[in-house]
């Protein structure tokens, strides 16, 4: 299936006051050529495209340019290839950045809605080259046959990022736990842990990244939440120092709880993907049962 993808038809999607319906919208320069000049797609041909913000359009190929190929929407398919969860993974660049990459391609295909690269006081690299790593997460979403591109927030150190994830909800929601006149909460507060290796003075207190994952996921399904919303999970991972018992104490104390990702030491980009993994094997397990 060939999955093509248009800035153009996100943008105009994301102002229209209507149905998706008679759009036009334009591919880029890339995806045009390898939508003429390599598969060969002429004027009225059917292709389909995602907007990068879940939704996948069938497009007929109103102006066959290689440089920037016309479109028009017949037909939108929403929340494509989507998930049941809103995941927020923050994780530390690794040394070797390839290891990185490899789990912003795995957590794509697996089901992830934001990656935050995280900057500690262990870490050994500060930066990410930003336009590499959206070309990876578009190419994963694409290859996975998913309408939405993973949102790569701005590299932020460890501290910023546990302030700022204090405020609301990840999806932009407000006033989480409060109940309407039926009884529905809406929405649920986010699911907010922090997964490091070290134990404190006062002992091992991490719980079970697994059981948290999933308890919260089944909380949210148990009928007293607002059937609009999703469960909303955020997970911090450290770089290959670990964080450091400051940054953990201070995560903990802004409601961060510690958790563990079983008795194994896993690398920086392993313990990443099992936090994306064991969120979409709850969500798998939780909505299959009702």
């Known amino acids: 299936m060939e999955i093509f993808y248009s800035e153009t038809l996100r943008q105009r999607e994301s102002e229209k006051t209507a149905g998706t319906k008679g759009l036009t919208a334009c591919l880029n320069e890339d995806e045009s050529a390898h939508c003429i000049r390599v598969l060969r797609h002429r004027s009225g041909d059917i292709i389909n495209v995602i907007d990068g913000q879940g939704g996948m359009h ?13 479109i028009i929407v017949k037909e939108s398919h929403p929340d494509w290839g989507g998930h049941g969860y809103v995941l927020h993974v923050a994780c530390c660049p690794t040394k070797n950045i390839d290891r990185f990459e490899w789990f912003m391609e795995k957590a794509t295909e697996i089901g992830i809605d934001t990656i935050t690269p995280i900057i500690g006081e262990h870490s050994e690299r500060k930066t990410v080259k930003r336009e590499r790593c959206e070309r990876i997460l ?8 998913k309408g939405k591109i993973p949102e790569l927030g701005d590299c932020i150190s460890v501290h910023d990022f546990i302030s700022s994830a204090g405020s609301t909800s990840i999806s932009g929601n407000t006033a989480a736990g409060c109940e309407d006149m039926t009884g529905a909460i809406r929405p649920s507060s986010p699911l907010k842990l922090i997964a490091y290796c070290f134990h404190g003075e006062e002992g091992d207190t991490r719980r079970d990244m697994f059981t948290e994952i999933e308890n919260h996921i089944k909380n949210h399904t148990d009928g007293r939440h607002s059937s609009d919303t999703k469960p909303e999970i955020i997970v911090m991972i450290g770089p290959e120092g670990d964080f450091s018992e400051e940054e953990a104490r201070h995560a903990i104390s802004c409601g961060f709880i510690p958790v563990s990702i079983g008795s194994s030491r896993l690398r920086t980009e392993t313990a990443a993907l099992m936090a994306a993994a064991a969120t979409y094997a709850a969500a798998t397990r939780t909505f299959t049962a009702l």
Do not use: F
């Open 58 to 70: 069938e497009c007929v190929i109103s102006d066959p340019s290689p440089k920037r190929c016309g």
């Open 138 to 145: 578009l190419a994963a979403a694409k290859q996975s046959l």
